[in-house]
């Protein structure tokens, strides 16, 4: 099929390959998003174009374009870094911590934690109304200290951050210019633990409930036909959910998945029913896909999403710096030429 002119992806003035980046959100699961990056950032082949993201992913897509454009890929990296440190700063006085036996066994996990399995119960029981009727929220005041939004709006890199319409149920996605502490704040706001935050008279929740993250505008505004795609929710578990904490978490991954998926349905369709043309139809079909995730990150619980600490953070980095490795090793000479995420697949399942 031929392909759009105006869509390719290799840079011949600067013998590089144009990349887009999908940043799912996943709480502190993000920062193995943090590690890829980390990772991806060292390939000099590679220029990114443009990055969607949603919560977790749209805060390292904003560090990110405002590192890159203060001092190119290592600034990014440092960006990264900074940021990520300030998380775990901010929460090392949060009583919601391991516990001692958990912490004794090596694990990750909050379920056995008491401060967690209160403020969970409590959650359930309460809005954030009742529980934070000031609003607080500790990211506000990292974001304000290590993002410079107004050299974000000059980025060379493309973002589109999603959050959702809590009146119309739909995803808006914000771009460069429009950034702010707000808009990231308001892409990561779980309804059961934040208030809606409120944005040109509208209220907002988490973008993971319309665009986990958004593909619709890589493929409409940019150049690039290469999406790396970045999971920290699995597509699937083994197993059926038993207890009332399992349901309900599996409940979030396939909810949060659901937009994605649909879009990557919509990709693999046209692929077959588009033959030729420079339309829209044509500029979806001619697409490439590539997966970057983790069986080890899938297995950790949904609590975990809560823990900040830095060793915690450090090991989900490593683990994401492994699996871009990996995913280099066994398919960065595919980038640029094929997909390597079978999406035919997910029409199988249909």
């Given at each position: 099929?031929?392909?759009?002119?105006?869509?390719?992806?290799?840079?011949?003035?600067?013998?590089?390959?144009?990349?887009?980046?999908?940043?799912?959100?996943?709480?502190?699961?993000?920062?193995?998003?943090?590690?890829?990056?980390?990772?991806?950032?060292?390939?000099?082949?590679?220029?990114?174009?443009?990055?969607?993201?949603?919560?977790?992913?749209?805060?390292?897509?904003?560090?990110?374009?405002?590192?890159?454009?203060?001092?190119?890929?290592?600034?990014?990296?440092?960006?990264?870094?900074?940021?990520?440190?300030?998380?775990?700063?901010?929460?090392?006085?949060?009583?919601?911590?391991?516990?001692?036996?958990?912490?004794?066994?090596?694990?990750?996990?909050?379920?056995?934690?008491?401060?967690?399995?209160a403020f969970d119960m409590a959650a359930r029981l309460f809005s954030p109304y009742d529980l934070n009727p000031r609003g607080a929220n500790p990211l506000?005041?990292?974001?304000?200290?290590?993002?410079?939004?107004?050299?974000?709006?000059?980025?060379?890199?493309?973002?589109?951050?999603?959050?959702?319409?809590?009146?119309?149920?739909?995803?808006?996605?914000?771009?460069?210019?429009?950034?702010?502490?707000?808009?990231?704040?308001?892409s990561a706001c779980l309804p059961t633990l934040f208030q809606a935050i409120e944005i040109d008279g509208e209220a907002y929740w988490d973008g993971g409930?319309?665009?986990?993250?958004?593909?619709?505008?890589?493929?409409?505004?940019?150049?690039?036909?290469?999406?790396?795609?970045?999971?920290?929710?699995?597509?699937?578990?083994?197993?059926?959910?038993?207890?009332?904490?399992?349901?309900?978490?599996?409940?979030?991954?396939?909810?949060?998945?659901?937009?994605?998926?649909?879009?990557?349905?919509?990709?693999?369709?046209?692929?077959?029913?588009?033959?030729?043309?420079?339309?829209?139809?044509?500029?979806?079909a001619g697409m490439r896909i590539h997966l970057i995730s983790s069986t080890a990150i899938d297995k950790l619980g949904a609590s975990s999403k809560f823990?900040?600490?830095?060793?915690?953070?450090?090991?989900?980095?490593?683990?994401?710096?492994?699996?871009?490795?990996?995913?280099?090793?066994?398919?960065?000479?595919?980038?640029?030429?094929?997909?390597?995420?079978?999406?035919?697949?997910?029409?199988?399942?249909?």
């Amino acid at each position: 099929m031929p392909l759009d002119p105006s869509k390719a992806s290799v840079d011949t003035v600067h013998d590089t390959l144009l990349v887009d980046l999908a940043l799912q959100g996943g709480g502190s699961h993000g920062a193995f998003t943090w590690g890829v990056l980390d990772r991806l950032l060292e390939e000099p082949w590679l220029r990114i174009d443009g990055i969607s993201g949603t919560s977790a992913g749209a805060m390292n897509a904003v560090v990110l374009a405002d590192g890159y454009a203060a001092g190119g890929p290592e600034g990014a990296r440092t960006a990264l870094e900074l940021f990520w440190r300030r998380v775990s700063h901010a929460a090392r006085f949060s009583p919601i911590r391991r516990s001692p036996l958990d912490i004794l066994l090596g694990r990750w996990t909050l379920d056995n934690s008491p401060f967690f399995v209160a403020f969970d119960m409590a959650a359930r029981l309460f809005s954030p109304y009742d529980l934070n009727p000031r609003g607080a929220n500790p990211l506000r005041e990292i974001l304000a200290e290590c993002v410079d939004f107004e050299r974000v709006a000059k980025s060379s890199i493309r973002l589109f951050v999603t959050a959702t319409n809590v009146r119309t149920g739909r995803g808006r996605v914000f771009r460069n210019a429009e950034m702010t502490p707000d808009v990231l704040l308001a892409s990561a706001c779980l309804p059961t633990l934040f208030q809606a935050i409120e944005i040109d008279g509208e209220a907002y929740w988490d973008g993971g409930y319309s665009g986990n993250p958004t593909i619709t505008p890589l493929v409409r505004e940019c150049k690039s036909q290469d999406t790396l795609l970045i999971a920290v929710n699995p597509v699937e578990r083994e197993g059926t959910p038993r207890s009332a904490r399992e349901i309900l978490d599996r409940l979030n991954e396939v909810s949060f998945n659901a937009t994605l998926l649909k879009e990557l349905r919509m990709i693999a369709l046209l692929r077959q029913v588009v033959d030729a043309g420079t339309g829209e139809g044509a500029l979806w079909a001619g697409m490439r896909i590539h997966l970057i995730s983790s069986t080890a990150i899938d297995k950790l619980g949904a609590s975990s999403k809560f823990n900040a600490e830095w060793d915690f953070l450090t090991m989900l980095r490593d683990e994401g710096r492994r699996s871009a490795e990996t995913f280099l090793t066994a398919h960065g000479s595919d980038v640029g030429k094929r997909s390597t995420l079978d999406l035919d697949r997910l029409l199988d399942e249909v």
